[in-house]
């Protein structure tokens, strides 16, 4: 068993950290208290590849693979959760999503842009009666005159107000339920599509969360995206890579939590020592770190698996299992090293002069977004009793 990352990959997360630390950390917290999406940084994101990081370099990307992209956004999230999960939807949801099911024309006229960062992508899933339950789905699409109608609207979807490419599901076939629901690639400027309202959020305030609404929106017919009817199906396959990313997220933003604490710990002074000094306080830092490195693990696990997998040419091969236990071990805790940063920092974590506060919002995301962390125990026991994850039975 190999545990060290290579030389490349060493340099990849310097190259990444002294970027982040140079380049968004003195803008953090003006982005996240004007709820102000950083678009000055997307160029430089575009620039140095972290727009593409899974994509072949003929598609336009980087030509890295899994572990290179857990690093990217392990590195970003550690200093700013926001720009972490803006790269993290467009990689490997929108972007991902056409690249794995798409024509050779639809990845030649989208791809290419997405993963040169020449364009931004979101991905639309959610509706207000369809989180968990995708059977919920309202959104439709007809049709009609040689092309696809869309009525609807989608919520919470990352990107939404500033994308120029959308992967939206919508129900073609209500009789079929979930092989009913296809895949669709709306492009910004689309009449009848547009983003509706911003939400505003309890942390990662500087992405932008939103709802896209279809209102007879009419979609040429080459732009269904893979076959019709298996959207849902495919976005099953697509959740396994997303799941990968939020693991990253709450990696990175629990190893920001962590580094602020022992670096409090060290400064803060009181009985005429510094409180690292504490048992307590020692014991606390130890069980962040350890919870740490065990998150760790389990997304790199999960990453290395699917370079495997994509390595070998099994290409629609599952990594559900290891993705949403790294998932859900990941959130979980960095909602835990986050509530103990605070509490370290005393009073002062309560405070935006210090960066445990933000780290404390932010976190809670990754226990939601790509699957709240009873659906990974869902889709785990699934996995561990042999059912199938798509129907529930045995399989």
Request: with cysteine; aromatic share 8%.
């Amino acid at each position: 068993m190999e545990f060290s990352l290579s030389h490349e990959q060493q340099q990849l997360r310097r190259t990444v950290r002294e970027f982040a630390e140079g380049e968004i950390a003195p803008h953090v917290m003006e982005w996240d208290e004007a709820s102000r999406f950083p678009s000055e940084i997307l160029p430089r994101l575009a620039e140095m590849g972290f727009l593409g990081v899974i994509f072949p370099q003929e598609y336009g990307g980087a030509g890295m693979g899994y572990v290179e992209y857990v690093i990217v956004i392990e590195e970003l999230s550690r200093v700013d959760g926001s720009v972490g999960i803006i790269v993290a939807a467009h990689n490997s949801l929108c972007t991902n999503h056409i690249y794995k099911f798409g024509t050779e024309a639809q990845k030649q006229a989208y791809v290419v842009p997405l993963a040169q960062g020449r364009k931004l992508g979101c991905w639309s899933l959610t509706e207000p009666e369809a989180g968990s339950d995708a059977s919920g789905t309202r959104t439709v699409a007809v049709r009609k005159d040689g092309c696809w109608v869309l009525d609807g609207a989608k919520t919470f979807t990352t990107n939404g107000h500033h994308a120029d490419v959308c992967v939206a599901m919508a129900v073609t076939d209500a009789s079929k339920k979930h092989h009913g629901i296809s895949a669709f690639i709306i492009e910004k400027g689309t009449p009848g599509f547009r983003p509706g309202k911003k939400e505003n959020k309890l942390g990662l305030r500087a992405s932008d969360t939103s709802e896209v609404v279809f209102t007879d929106c009419r979609v040429p017919a080459e732009n269904l995206l893979g076959e019709e009817g298996e959207g849902f199906v495919n976005s099953l396959q697509i959740l396994d890579g997303g799941r990968i990313s939020i693991a990253a997220l709450g990696l990175g933003m629990a190893q920001g939590a962590y580094e602020c604490a022992v670096r409090y710990a060290k400064q803060r002074k009181q009985f005429g020592k510094p409180i690292s000094e504490f048992q307590a306080i020692q014991f606390q830092l130890a069980d962040m770190a350890t919870e740490i490195d065990a998150a760790r693990l389990l997304t790199y696990r999960a990453a290395w698996l699917a370079d495997r997998a994509i390595a070998s040419g099994d290409f629609d091969a599952r990594i559900t299992r290891e993705a949403s236990m790294a998932k859900l071990y990941g959130g979980e805790v960095a909602g835990r090293v986050a509530n103990a940063a605070v509490q370290i920092h005393g009073g002062y974590g309560f405070i935006k002069d210090y960066p445990a506060e933000k780290f404390y919002r932010d976190v809670k995301l990754c226990t939601i977004g790509e699957g709240t962390s009873e659906i990974q125990r869902m889709v785990i026991a699934r996995q561990l009793l042999g059912k199938n994850v798509r129907t529930g039975r045995k399989s």
